[in-house]
């Protein structure tokens, strides 16, 4: 019968789509939470309410290997989560289930009955339920409580998410870090691990194996000495670094409105034109570290400083010993194997003498090093409760202390303090003050003094800095933030410090 002839049948139709459209809608855009009990297959999907992360099964680049993974819904290619990177699936059989203990568990085989991953979660709440939040971070919680029994967010795969901690926990142990793909269709760990090193003051390492590639330079109290730049990122991001006796701990958080963003491990590639590993280009990128032949770890060696600007207008040599050091090997040094570093050239007095006696500690003195990224801090202390000052004198009175500086730039406080060696120093935009321990004979009138102003030119510089800072709030409030539907890309971000 031909429904244009037949009004009655013609409505009917047209009411029936109207009830099935929402439920066919709905379908297509993903569930948002499973019970106990239910399972998510290959082709279906888990959406966050807002719409900004799918959970599902993915298979990367060229592969046909089939991966449980969360990834950023305006870009599937933007995966920020795995869960089986060490055990792919071979076919479409997979089956995320949420088993009635509470445990997750991604099966696959023609039974069913092969296990590729599991959260190893349990709980006994009848309400419990898997959910996709809009952070991108998978959790089996209770909603009554709001309780968490297990979250996606406590194993990071080779990315960052606001909301997500990097560090260690000092009481339970956990320890939180990044690992990169082993290739970009092939998301099992790769060789390089960023971590947040927690022995003293704390900085971002790029480990490759068993060796150190690249250091952010340790936190300030504003942003990581070695990455000044990031501070631009202000606008988008509000980041936190926690220094307790429970942990070290570094997140940041999305500010209303900003663009998604996220921090991401990738593997280095061998740019020949700079002759340096590098990151692969990545559309909406912000910032990428290593950036240039100074990023790479200790290139210049102990006591030595590299000069990137130096680098890019060859021959110039990039690499040259601090004041009162030599090259360790001339003729090395020659071939631009700077590999060896420095030495000294006169003996420290305090050192020299075996002693530390007032007066052999008061003819060492501080020669200022300017602009830099600090030193590996792996042999250094950090007190936050004493002044600069008091850190000058407390270096002064250890015959094994060769450097020191402030500890938080943003209040003009604390105290770090080097011994042992000085390794991976730089040159940087609005890099930091360092002040290195030299003999008497070495300083040639050029110790550092410190500079004591008076409380009237205190109070006017403090005046003038607030009536620049007020000016830029009424400028800026007349700004709006854009959403952008793109991903920034911010390898290191500057935050503020918890203590």
């Not at 060896?340 to 003498?353: K, S, Y």
């Not at 009138?445 to 009536?467: D, Y």
């Not at 800026?476 to 410090?497: D, E, N, Q």
Request: contains cysteine; charged residues 20%; proline residues 5%.
């Amino acid at each position: 019968m031909d429904l244009a002839c037949n009004p009655l049948l013609l409505l009917l139709s047209l009411l029936l789509l109207l009830i099935l459209a929402p439920k066919a809608a709905l379908a297509s855009s993903g569930a948002t939470r499973l019970g106990k009990g239910r399972r998510l297959t290959d082709g279906e999907t888990l959406v966050s309410v807002g719409g900004t992360f799918t959970l599902g099964f993915f298979s990367p680049g060229v592969s046909t290997r089939r991966y449980l993974g969360i990834w950023f819904s305006v870009s599937p290619d933007a995966i920020s989560w795995v869960a089986n990177r060490d055990r792919p699936l071979s076919d479409n059989s997979g089956r995320l289930v949420f088993t009635d203990s509470g445990n997750l568990l991604l099966l696959h085989g023609s039974a069913g009955h092969i296990t590729a991953w599991s959260s190893n979660s349990t709980s006994t709440s009848s309400l419990a339920r898997l959910e996709l939040l809009d952070t991108g971070n998978l959790v089996v919680r209770d909603p009554a409580s709001s309780t968490f029994f297990w979250q996606s967010f406590d194993h990071p795969s080779n990315t960052l998410l606001a909301g997500m901690k990097m560090g260690k926990n000092l009481w339970s142990g956990a320890d939180w870090s990044l690992a990169s793909w082993s290739w970009p269709d092939d998301p099992s760990p790769g060789s390089y691990l960023r971590v947040l090193n927690s022995s003293g003051i704390p900085e971002f390492v790029l480990w490759q194996g068993g060796v150190k590639r690249y250091r952010t330079g340790p936190w300030n109290g504003r942003w990581f000495s070695g990455i000044p730049e990031a501070s631009t990122d202000y606008n988008l991001v509000t980041c936190q670094v926690t220094i307790s006796s429970g942990e070290q701990t570094y997140w940041f958080t999305a500010k209303p409105r900003a663009p998604l963003t996220r921090v991401v491990v990738k593997r280095l590639m061998w740019d020949a034109a700079r002759r340096t590993l590098k990151i692969k280009n990545i559309p909406w990128e912000s910032f990428q570290g290593p950036r240039d032949v100074c990023d790479s770890y200790g290139k210049c060696g102990a006591f030595g400083l590299c000069d990137a600007s130096a680098a890019a207008a060859p021959p110039t040599p990039f690499c040259s010993c601090l004041r009162g050091f030599s090259p360790a090997s001339p003729l090395a040094w020659s071939l631009r194997d700077t590999s060896a570093g420095c030495r000294r050239n006169v003996e420290l007095d305090c050192g020299h003498r075996r002693t530390t006696t007032t007066a052999a500690a008061a003819a060492d003195g501080f020669v200022l090093v300017s602009g830099v990224k600090l030193p590996d801090t792996h042999n250094a202390t950090v007190d936050a409760g004493i002044t600069v000052k008091e850190c000058r004198r407390r270096c002064l009175a250890d015959c094994s202390c060769l450097a020191y500086t402030a500890a938080n730039i943003r209040v003009g406080s604390g105290c770090v303090i080097w011994r042992d060696t000085i390794m991976d120093l730089r040159f940087v935009d609005q890099g930091q003050d360092l002040y290195l321990r030299l003999a008497k004979s070495e300083l040639g009138g050029g110790e550092f003094r410190s500079l004591e102003l008076p409380v009237f030119a205190i109070a006017a510089l403090v005046a003038s800095a607030v009536a620049i800072i007020g000016l830029i709030l009424m400028l800026w409030r007349g700004r709006k933030p854009r959403v952008s539907g793109k991903l920034i890309i911010i390898f290191f971000l500057a935050c503020m410090t918890i203590v």
